[in-house]
């Protein structure tokens, strides 16, 4: 059985800092790209962050230079370093993987962030 558990989330002040955490079981970790997305009220959910089974990475143009997603192999987790968080950016946010051959997608079930203005 597949589980993605984020952790890290809750309430931040615009300004300010939260490192998120997903924890995959169920796959070889180091065989899936991993995403990181959110979805704020009435909005689409968005990609935010991917990290690719080689380590290469890909962000939203409005994240850049403020959001770091990274992975450890070994703890079979990926991480998001999110400084600099605006009101906006207030969303549940869901990790997911992406098997690099298969493409057989697993979601977390997401976890709200609230940037307080």
């Known amino acids: 059985q597949v589980q993605l558990v984020e952790s890290g989330g809750g309430l931040v002040q615009a300004g300010g800092s939260l490192r998120l955490s997903c924890a995959a079981s169920?796959?070889?970790?180091?065989?899936?790209?991993m995403g990181w997305f959110r979805q704020g009220p009435g909005k689409q959910r968005e990609l935010v962050a991917v990290?690719?089974?080689?380590?290469?990475?890909n962000y939203a143009d409005s994240v850049k230079g403020r959001f770091t997603v990274s992975r450890d192999n070994a703890k079979n987790t990926v991480y998001l370093q999110m400084n600099g968080l605006k009101s906006e950016e207030t969303a549940v946010y869901y990790c997911?993987?992406?098997?690099?051959?298969?493409?057989?997608?697993?979601w977390g079930q997401g976890f709200q962030v609230t940037v307080s203005s």
């Open positions: 997911r993987s992406s098997h690099r051959i298969t493409g057989a997608m697993y």
């Open positions: 169920g796959i070889i970790f180091r065989n899936n790209h």
């Open positions: 990290i690719t089974t080689e380590g290469n990475t």
